[in-house]
């Protein structure tokens, strides 16, 4: 795993700001530090700025103190804050994670990073939910480390096995595109080909030196993690070149040394490569890691 520059994670924004069906389009970080400040206030900020009031003993009401969402943050990527261990609690909310399609480069798929979690509710609140608690630190926190682990869940013995599986019904709409992998019933058949490809997948994560740049802005981001587009399995110049040595279908080699072109063999290996934002959001939803492993 490698640790997201600004401009990397910069670039990550510019897709999400302006997905289209799945796929996305890049734009300039000029247009995306205009979009922040053009954007309203996040439902979380909205959400902390009504805050909740106690009765002080003299009767008098007095604003209660909310956590800081920033703080507890950083608290988990601090360059000396001990690695998360997996729990129930990170099991749970990453059954809710919601996956992006992220367009550096060749494209690949990671975790939302405006609204990790599925479903309606702002962000803290679907957290708060999810883990039924009323405690909001360790709501923020429990998400947080789950940035941090996903990828090493995913590079760990196999979440899943292969098997047709439901999306989960919310997250359909991110899959009405050609060659998504999922059919008319919300359904994907989920293969040994892209389990190799999950595992292998190269990483990018937030760390101490990049925290601030993904809380820093006026923009609410979460520190979720997403597959390198520009190598996303290896360091090949392309990434089909990677794929096929992984899946063991190598590309011939002629007597020059040199890669056989083959154009059908580029068109699958593409096709492989879009169906894992799919595959990914069913092994988060339907996977179940053991928690000793990590």
């Not at 530090?33 to 909740?52: G, N």
């Not at 990828?151 to 998504?180: N, Q, T």
């Given at each position: 795993?490698?640790?997201?520059?600004?401009k990397?994670?910069?670039?990550?924004?510019?897709?999400?700001?302006?997905?289209?069906?799945?796929?996305?389009?890049?734009?300039?970080?000029?247009d995306?530090?205009?979009?922040h400040?053009?954007?309203?206030?996040?439902?979380?900020?909205?959400?902390a700025?009504?805050a909740?009031h106690?009765?002080?003993?003299?009767?008098?009401?007095?604003?209660r103190?909310?956590?800081?969402?920033?703080?507890?943050?950083?608290a988990?990527?601090?360059r000396?804050?001990?690695?998360?261990?997996?729990?129930?609690?990170?099991?749970t909310?990453?059954r809710q994670?919601?996956?992006i399609?992220?367009p550096?480069?060749?494209?690949?798929?990671?975790?939302d990073?405006?609204?990790p979690l599925?479903?309606p509710?702002?962000?803290?609140?679907?957290?708060?939910?999810?883990?039924?608690?009323?405690?909001?630190?360790?709501?923020?926190?429990?998400?947080?480390e789950?940035?941090?682990?996903?990828?090493?869940i995913?590079?760990?013995?196999?979440?899943?096995?292969?098997?047709?599986y439901?999306?989960?019904p919310?997250?359909?709409?991110l899959?009405?595109?050609?060659?998504?992998?999922?059919?008319?019933?919300?359904r994907?058949?989920l293969?040994?080909?892209?389990?190799?490809?999950?595992?292998?997948?190269?990483?990018?994560?937030?760390?101490?030196?990049?925290?601030s740049?993904?809380l820093?802005g006026?923009?609410?981001?979460?520190p979720m993690?997403?597959?390198?587009?520009?190598?996303p399995?290896?360091?090949?110049?392309h990434y089909q070149l990677?794929?096929a040595?992984?899946?063991?279908?190598?590309?011939?080699?002629?007597r020059?040394?040199?890669?056989?072109?083959d154009a059908?063999?580029?068109?699958?290996?593409?096709?492989l490569?879009?169906?894992?934002?799919?595959?990914?959001?069913?092994?988060?939803a339907?996977g179940?890691?053991?928690?000793?492993?990590l």
């Amino acid at each position: 795993m490698a640790r997201i520059s600004r401009k990397t994670f910069l670039r990550a924004l510019a897709g999400a700001l302006a997905g289209v069906g799945g796929w996305m389009i890049v734009r300039g970080v000029d247009d995306i530090l205009e979009t922040h400040r053009k954007a309203p206030r996040s439902p979380d900020l909205q959400a902390a700025q009504r805050a909740p009031h106690d009765e002080g003993a003299d009767g008098h009401v007095k604003p209660r103190a909310l956590p800081d969402r920033k703080a507890t943050i950083r608290a988990v990527f601090a360059r000396d804050a001990r690695p998360p261990r997996l729990s129930p609690q990170h099991l749970t909310l990453m059954r809710q994670l919601r996956v992006i399609w992220l367009p550096i480069e060749e494209g690949a798929p990671g975790l939302d990073i405006w609204h990790p979690l599925r479903g309606p509710r702002p962000t803290i609140a679907a957290a708060m939910s999810t883990l039924k608690t009323d405690n909001e630190a360790f709501a923020v926190q429990t998400l947080a480390e789950l940035g941090l682990l996903v990828p090493a869940i995913l590079k760990g013995a196999a979440p899943l096995g292969p098997g047709r599986y439901a999306v989960p019904p919310d997250a359909r709409p991110l899959f009405e595109f050609p060659h998504s992998g999922v059919d008319a019933t919300g359904r994907f058949h989920l293969r040994k080909e892209h389990l190799i490809l999950l595992k292998a997948a190269q990483w990018l994560v937030v760390d101490s030196d990049s925290i601030s740049d993904v809380l820093d802005g006026e923009a609410e981001c979460w520190p979720m993690p997403f597959v390198d587009g520009k190598r996303p399995y290896g360091n090949r110049s392309h990434y089909q070149l990677d794929m096929a040595e992984l899946l063991g279908e190598p590309y011939r080699i002629d007597r020059s040394g040199n890669v056989v072109e083959d154009a059908r063999k580029d068109a699958r290996l593409e096709r492989l490569h879009g169906e894992t934002l799919a595959a990914l959001q069913v092994v988060l939803a339907h996977g179940a890691p053991a928690i000793a492993t990590l």
